[in-house]
Structure formats: C-alpha cells, structure tokens
C-alpha cells in the first residue's frame, strides 16, 4: 500500500467539503440558452479509515456525480475533497494510485476479449508489478468467483459475472480506498447477495468503502454509517438505526386499494392524526403506506375515509428504514420530487 | 514510471489495441479489402492513360497503400475511442494512474501497424495481377524509412485523437480529414503538380514525408535520407503537441463532464 499524504492517522479517508457540482447544457436548435443544471449543492462528510459508508438517495439525487468528484472524474464547480489526504482536483495521480472504483450496469469493460484479457489489460494500466500480475488476477478470479470462466468472452458474461468482473478490476492494483457506485443494479436476488458478501469481505480486508445505493435494505445491511441525499443535498447521516429514529415512534400502516382515487387520498392526509401518506403502485393495485403517531387504533377510521374503495390486505407495522428514507426524501424534496418520491416509494 | 515500465506498458496497450481491432468486421473490411480496391482503380487508370512500366507501378502500389495506411489511421484512432466511449471504457483508461498520453500513443500505435498491411497488401496485389517488378533501390534503408512512416503518422494520428477524446462526434472530423490528406501528402498525385499555396501544408503532413521515404528508398527516384529525417522530426513535433493538447483536453472533459457521453 501507499502512505497517505498525512502522518496523522485520524485524518479521514475520505472528505468532502461544500461540494458542489453544476453542468452546463444548452436548448434549442436555432436559438440556443444556456442551462446550468445544479447536481451537488454544498455537500460535506467524512469517511474514517476501515468504515463502510453509504450514500442513499433516488435516481438524480447527486450520488453518481459525488463518486466523480471524488475519483477525480470531474472537476467540482465549488467546494473541496480530498481522499487519503489528497486533494482530488490538484493530486489526482496520487488520488488515482491509491483507489479503484466500480460502476453499475454493463458498461465499462471490453466486450471481444475475455475476462482474462481484460484484467490483464487493467492490471498493466494500473501498474500492477508484472511479476505479481498473476497471482493477483487469480486470486481476484478466485475471490469473485469467476475462477473457470476467466478464458470466455466477456460478450458472453451473465450480469452478475460483468459485475463481478467490474470489482475485479477495481481491485487489481489493491487500492486503499474502493468506491462502488450501485454496484447490485439489475442483478438477480442470487448475484446481488453474492456481491454484498464480496464487499463485506473488502471491509474485513481493511479497505475503505463508499458505496451508492437506492437500496435500503442493502445500505441497512452492509453501510456503517449512511448519509440520506436528496436533490444534491445531505439530508440526514448516521447509523441505519439512528436514521430510523426519525419514525420510531410512528406505526406504519399497509392498506391494499384498487383503484383509489386522489380525493380518498387527500381526505387520509388530512386526518388529525396521520403525519404522512405515501403510495406505491402495484400492477393491480396501490398500497398505501400510513404513517400514524397513535398506532392502529385509527384503523378503521382511515378504512372509513376511502368510501367505496376496494380494499385488500390491511397490515400495521413497524417502521423500517424504508420508511425513514422514504419520509427524509418526501419531507426535503421540491414539490415536484415530493410528488415523485411519494410515488415510487 | 521506469522506461521499461513505459516501453511495456505501450507496447501492451498497442498489442491490446490490434486485438480489438481485428475482432471488428468493419475494421478488417477496412484494412484489408479497401486498399486492394484503390490499388486496382489506381493499376487501371494510370494503365489507361498510358502510364506504365516498373517504376509507375510501384509508385501505385506504394501509394494506394499509403491511403490505406492513413485510412486506418484515422479509423483506427477515432474509431478505437469513439468505441470506449460507447463501451464506458473512456474513463478507465483516462481515469487510470498509468500516463494517458503513453496509452494513446499506443492505441494509435496498434492502428497505424494494422494500417501497414495495406502497403504489403497492394505491393502483392501489384506483382500478381499487374506483373510489377518488386526490386527496392535502397533495400537497407527500406525497413528505416517504413519505420520512421510509422512513427510519423502514430504521432500525427495520436495528436488528432486527443480531438476524438474531447469530442464524441469527432468522427466526422475523422472522415473529413480523409480524402485531401490523400491528394494534398502526394500519395497518388505527385504534390509538384498540386497549387503552390498547397505545398507548405503538404510539408507539415506526416503521410508527405513518410511516402517520399519509402517510395525513395523503393523507387530511388527521391533521397530518401531528409524524408526520413522529416518524419522523426515531425513525431517529435506531433508528440509534444499532443501532449500540451491531452492537458488542455481532459481538464476541459473533466471540466465538462464529457468523457461519459454517447
């Protein structure tokens, strides 16, 4: 491994500082306006050395262009960070040294050639020493369970064997610190839960982690800490059990609607005694998730206020950190993302 | 980085870059099929306005196959980046700790070498089908000027690449820069003939020099010496170049967030 730039060894892995990242796009053919869309508005944390830390937001949240920030991809607009103590605009052959990075989806490795072929090409990109190439890739194959596949096309890779092939590749040159970036989107169940035991094995292994997800089920599994972010910015940050303090004493009621309508909806909402109302759609129906301060006893009095509404299960519960998300992200978002974050749950 | 450390790391990256080139059935058509087709336009033409002996067919030969090796390039080079870009492999590779200018110099590398077929190709399709003599005036110095040829036009088409980073419609500037390069670096027409306003842009083309390389030290009819001096001078020229634009270019990508876009 590489020293870090520091000799203090509290310093953060990672640190961000008012990050800020605007793009510039432009409209119209003819006439064209410039448009500066803001992604990260001022966003500030830390990683500590060894932690497994979680950024959680929906699509377009800003989660995608922090790791590009922060991997040196993109210059911020405003604002500072620095990973193992350099800095990631003025060091970023330093910064590169000494991390690995994976993407989500299918893109990102060459398709004709074999997995093989692919790592070896990263292994000398990244200046993995040739005579420890070997042994590395092969453990590497080993340790994402592709020992025996590694000779095929990759064209003719599952996901879930590119996406594991992706965190090969992002560990080749044995960074310090990994960077996962939806790492599980569109992977089976199967290949998701292998994934999770692959990056719980990078945290034993000592490595530092900043992995994105929409998933509250998996930042709640594998992240130390989460920050919540939301419209570029951080909206809440601490422990998976922390963020769900923001519900606890709420009790989460699950009702089956077919065909509900906006009215029977707004009437729930305005019931003295229910703090939020969000729905997410079925194929064939619409749960609607209630959150009450005063447990079930307001049960019936809800079923009241949807009139003719076919209804199917009823189910109360406790909240989950789904639900703590869900409420962070519909009580911060503007009211067109509010709308939108109600919608998709 | 060691020297060797570079030498094997462009050397690597210029073997990678042949192998996925010639895993593209658009590049093979390209590369192996397009400069027997100029050659043979080229055969019958210069036969029909009867220009024909030894030295005439060599000098086709060499030059449809100067054309493919610069169409190659071209391809080789935005082809090869416009690729990663659409397979996300852009910003690995410019993202990577290695130096980015010695990764394009080899992927340029690999296309420029694949492109040197075609002077073999045409050269073979000249004896077989045209009956022309293979004999080379200055034999030694052959294998040197092909070399320098290569060398030359890697730097030329590394310097236009860092256009193809920034840029990912690139492609056509690409295919603009084809046709006057073969008319303007004097591979079919003799650049004596052309404007004499054209003539100092023709002197700043690698394609110019490395041509009047191997055609002197195949045909004798030029020194073959100052052209292959030309063309070293002018790599080192291209290179340096080249590298002040990969500054300017991925801090402009970074800047904008390009590198990602289809």
């Not at chain 1, 004493?249 to 009215?263: C, L, Y």
């Not at chain 1, 959150?291 to 206020?305: C, P, V, W, Y």
Request: proline share 4%.
């Amino acid at each position: 491994m590489l020293p870090p730039a520091a000799s203090s060894s509290d310093r953060p892995a990672i640190e961000a500082v008012d990050l800020v990242r605007t793009y510039r796009t432009h409209t119209g053919v003819i006439r064209r306006h410039r448009l500066d869309v803001p992604a990260v508005r001022g966003i500030s944390f830390e990683v500590r050395g060894g932690e497994l830390f979680g950024l959680l937001g929906p699509n377009g949240a800003g989660k995608t262009t922090t790791i590009k920030m922060l991997i040196t991809l993109l210059l911020p607009t405003d604002g500072t960070a620095r990973v193992m103590g350099h800095d990631v605009v003025k060091e970023t052959n330093e910064v590169r040294k000494r991390i690995g990075y994976v993407f989500g989806g299918d893109r990102g490795l060459y398709d004709r050639v074999s997995g093989l072929d692919n790592l070896r090409y990263f292994a000398e990109l990244y200046g993995v020493d040739p005579a420890e190439q070997k042994r590395r890739i092969a453990a590497l194959l080993e340790m994402v369970g592709l020992t025996g596949r590694e000779q095929e096309k990759v064209e003719g890779y599952s996901r879930g064997m590119r996406q594991r092939l992706h965190v090969a590749r992002g560990l080749l040159h044995d960074p310090e610190v990994v960077f996962l970036d939806e790492p599980s989107i569109g992977l089976d169940p199967v290949g998701a839960r292998e994934l999770r035991l692959t990056i719980k094995s990078l945290v034993d292994a000592g490595k530092t982690v900043l992995l994105t997800t929409h998933y509250m089920f998996e930042a709640d599994a594998l992240c130390d800490r989460i920050a919540v972010i939301n419209d570029g910015r951080i909206v809440a940050m601490g422990t998976g059990a922390s963020l769900k303090e923001a519900v606890a004493n709420r009790t989460i009621i699950e009702i089956e609607t077919f065909g509900v309508s906006a009215e029977s909806i707004a009437a729930l909402r305005a019931d003295p005694d229910v703090v939020e109302v969000n729905m997410e759609e079925r194929d064939q129906s619409q749960i609607l998730l209630v959150q009450s301060e005063t447990g079930t006893a307001i049960t019936q009095r809800l079923l009241a206020k949807l009139g003719e509404t076919r209804i199917g299960k009823v189910v109360g519960r406790e909240p989950t950190l789904e639900d703590a998300y869900v409420h962070l992200i519909a009580s911060t978002s503007s009211a067109e993302g509010a709308a939108r974050a109600a919608l998709v749950g | 980085m060691s020297a060797t450390r570079t030498v094997r790391l462009v050397w690597f990256v210029t073997w990678f870059n042949v192998r996925m080139l010639l895993a593209s059935e658009f590049f093979i058509l390209t590369t192996f099929i397009t400069p027997l087709i100029f050659a043979s336009l080229a055969f019958l033409l210069f036969e029909s306005g009867g220009r024909q002996g030894g030295q005439t067919l060599m000098y086709v030969a060499l030059g449809t196959g100067m054309m493919g090796v610069w169409s190659t390039t071209l391809f080789g080079c935005g082809g090869a980046i416009a690729w990663q870009r659409w397979e996300g492999t852009l910003e690995l590779l410019v993202n990577a700790p290695s130096r980015y200018d010695f990764i394009l110099a080899g992927q340029t590398m690999g296309a420029v070498v694949l492109g040197f077929y075609g002077i073999v190709a045409t050269l073979v399709w000249g004896v077989v089908l045209f009956g022309m003599p293979l004999e080379a005036t200055f034999p030694l110095i052959l294998p040197l000027s092909l070399f320098a040829a290569v060398v030359s036009l890697g730097s030329l088409g590394m310097l236009i690449a860092t256009t193809f980073v920034l840029y990912r419609h690139a492609n056509a500037l690409g295919n603009l820069l084809e046709y006057p390069i073969w008319l303007i670096a004097g591979l079919l027409v003799p650049i004596a003939t052309l404007p004499v306003w054209v003539r100092p842009l023709s002197w700043l083309l690698a394609p110019t020099w490395g041509m009047e390389a191997i055609r002197g030290a195949a045909t004798g009819t030029e020194p073959p010496l100052l052209a292959i001096a030309m063309c070293f001078g002018l790599a080192v020229v291209y290179y340096v170049l080249a590298r002040v634009m990969l500054v300017v270019v991925l801090d402009k990508a970074r800047r904008d967030a390009t590198l990602a876009l289809q």
